[in-house]
């Protein structure tokens, strides 16, 4: 009796020990990660604001010593992300339509899940290449249209997949009563389940908006960026993250203060996007609940 | 079969409703439902538009694969299927293989891989089940944020800050006192290199940052929509947060949490911004795990600049670029199979 205790008191320590050890581990993992993170944004801060002034929101780009800024690359990132964000968005949200209120648990709709759960994380490079193939190289030239097209079908399965989480969140009662009332189904999903979910499709189109406004690759295949201020969009049209690309490389201070700067810019728009669709997704989670 | 459930359901219950009452007065509501149901204008025009967008996804991904196949043809037919594991890279010459870009794609992303997962398993355990639970929240979305940070930012980051580092402190550190490896073959060195700061290691280890939050995000995801009632099972069988994750939590979500390291991986595969800064894009065959390198996608952004329209380097590009496709394909496919399968049952 004794010696049983003794040895239950001997494991239930040493399983309490291993379960001591390998949460404190844990808990460095998280430390570590945090702290790098951190780094990466107290670099982005101190560089970024150091070379942050009104002239970079003024001026377009220009030689390193002739105080440029960078207003055309932000202009040209608006011009393109919203573009983009026209097509996707709306493609996006019928897809997403489509398999949740007709395709359902269907074989196609199955099959169309699955590959566009594939395009969502598809290497952001093999889209510039492929709108390269289809929209640039045919028609002889980089155009700002050909980077909204990139940008579309990156936006296209994220505004999807959200929406289809979103609409399956909608109770099917909802459905239900609206069939009572005799709806057809255009109409079911029209007017009764679209406007239940309105807030969070539109928190997956600003997710969408967030991903694209920081793309790099796809742009240098389509768009190309551009030096001087240009509103074109069937000419090559400067954009923040390729201005940040080739600011970063370049030899000049200058050039390479304003890139830092152009990353801050980015990087808080992103998470501002962000942090806006979570506030609006809980606001309706919270709606829900009630 | 393309009569819509709404519609047969609504017509059949409010015309048999009608008919209990032997009512023989024509209202509106009944011409609607004697029209045949199926081809309302509406309906059919709405179901058109939502099938032709469902269409643009699958026509999309095909079309993508067939685009990179066309377009890298003449490289296939140039070197020949032996494209794919040629070790040459001659610009001057126009004489192309993949397999530099190959190796070097599979070495950082399976180093990011090894480096990422446990420090990403960890934060996903911290956060679930550890940590204090009104940091729980907050430090879950911060890892999230973390994982929307574009990845340029990374790269710049890599490129100004860890590359120095690694330069001066890291890779002096690890030629030392890895010197004893023996090398593999003549070719292979492990350590062996000038300290110059861009590299394989430099560009594994910005990967693996990147990717780190992005695993924990996806990891987290998994542990939370495990069943609280196992959980609770383990717990009141006097099993510690340890034995019940191994234990009980992770035979039940293998399959998914696997499914998170494979998108982790389809991540890695073709992340280019970040690694192009850090590579030292070099396009050979790396002598050790420090030497300037390149993967596919920083060969396909670093060399598209240079290639005109036609020309065989272009199509060497799109060959690369449709390898590059095949393999995140089937990275991302088992991903996705092995996270449905859990989400099913």
């Given at each position: 009796m004794r010696t049983l205790t003794r040895s239950h008191k001997a494991r239930y320590a040493r399983r309490h020990a291993v379960d001591f050890f390998m949460s404190a581990l844990c808990m460095l993992a998280a430390g570590i990660g945090l702290v790098l993170l951190g780094l990466i944004l107290w670099m982005l801060l101190s560089r970024g604001l150091a070379g942050l002034s009104l002239t970079v929101f003024t001026n377009s780009m220009a030689s390193?010593?002739?105080?440029?800024?960078l207003a055309n690359a932000i202009v040209g990132s608006l011009i393109q992300v919203g573009i983009g964000t026209l097509f996707g968005a709306p493609l996006g949200m019928a897809i997403g339509i489509y398999l949740s209120?007709?395709?359902?648990?269907?074989r196609i709709a199955s099959a169309v899940r699955f590959v566009n759960d594939i395009l969502l994380s598809a290497p952001s490079v093999l889209i510039g290449l492929f709108v390269y193939q289809i929209a640039v190289a045919p028609f002889g030239g980089f155009s700002a249209i050909a980077g909204s097209i990139a940008l579309a079908l990156l936006a296209m399965p994220i505004v999807a997949r959200t929406t289809e989480d979103i609409l399956r969140l909608v109770p099917d009662a909802y459905r239900d009563g609206a069939i009572a009332l005799g709806s057809r189904e255009n109409q079911v999903i029209r007017k009764v389940v679209l406007p239940a979910a309105f807030g969070g499709i539109l928190t997956g189109v600003l997710l969408a908006v967030a991903r694209i406004a920081g793309e790099t690759a796809p742009l240098i295949f389509?768009?190309?960026?551009?030096s001087n201020w240009s509103t074109d969009v069937t000419r090559p049209m400067a954009s923040l993250p390729i201005a940040i690309y080739r600011y970063a490389g370049s030899p000049y201070p200058e050039w390479v203060s304003l890139a830092w700067t152009g990353a801050l810019i980015i990087t808080v728009g992103v998470l501002l996007l962000n942090i806006l669709s979570r506030l609006s997704h809980a606001l309706i989670a919270g709606r829900h609940a009630s | 079969m393309m009569s819509s459930v709404y519609s047969t359901r609504a017509g059949a219950g409010l015309a048999s409703a009608i008919n209990d009452r032997g009512s023989r007065v024509s209202t509106p509501t009944e011409d609607a439902l004697a029209r045949?149901?199926?081809?309302h204008l509406g309906d059919t025009v709405f179901r058109t538009v939502l099938y032709a967008s469902a269409g643009v996804v699958v026509v999309s991904l095909f079309a993508i694969l067939l685009i990179m196949f066309l377009g890298g043809r003449q490289a296939f037919e140039t070197f020949g299927l032996e494209f794919i594991w040629s070790t040459q890279w001659n610009p001057v010459k126009d004489l192309y293989g993949a397999l530099p870009a190959i190796t070097g794609t599979l070495i950082t992303s399976m180093i990011a891989l090894v480096i990422a997962w446990p420090i990403g398993f960890g934060i996903a355990f911290f956060l679930t089940e550890t940590c204090p639970r009104p940091l729980r929240s907050p430090l879950g979305v911060a890892v999230e944020l973390l994982a929307a940070i574009p990845s340029i930012v990374y790269g710049m980051w890599g490129f100004f800050v860890l590359a120095p580092f690694m330069a001066t402190y890291i890779q002096p550190w690890l030629t030392e006192t890895f010197a004893f490896l023996p090398p593999?073959?003549?070719?292979?060195?492990?350590?062996?290199?000038?300290?110059?700061?861009?590299?394989l290691m430099t560009a594994s280890l910005i990967l693996a940052i990147m990717i780190l939050p992005f695993i924990a995000a996806t990891t987290r995801d998994v542990l939370i929509t495990t069943p609280q009632l196992l959980k609770d099972g383990a717990y009141a069988l006097g099993a510690t947060r340890w034995e019940t994750l191994t234990g009980a939590v992770i035979p039940a979500v293998r399959g998914s949490l696997f499914g998170a390291v494979f998108l982790g991986l389809g991540r890695a595969l073709g992340e280019t911004m970040a690694v192009v800064f850090v590579i030292?894009?070099?396009?050979r065959m790396p002598d050790s795990l420090l030497a300037p390198s390149a993967s596919i996608a920083s060969v396909v952004a670093n060399n598209f600049p240079e290639s005109e329209p036609g020309s065989i380097k272009l199509a060497v590009l799109l060959a690369l670029g449709f390898i590059l496709f095949v393999v995140s394909f089937g990275v991302l496919a088992v991903a996705r199979l092995l996270l449905r399968q859990e989400r099913m049952s």
């Open positions: 390193p010593d002739a105080n440029g800024g209120e007709v395709g359902k648990k269907g389509t768009s190309l960026g551009n | 045949k149901p199926g081809i593999i073959g003549d070719s292979f060195f492990w350590f062996a290199a000038p300290p110059i700061g861009v590299g030292g894009n070099a396009t």
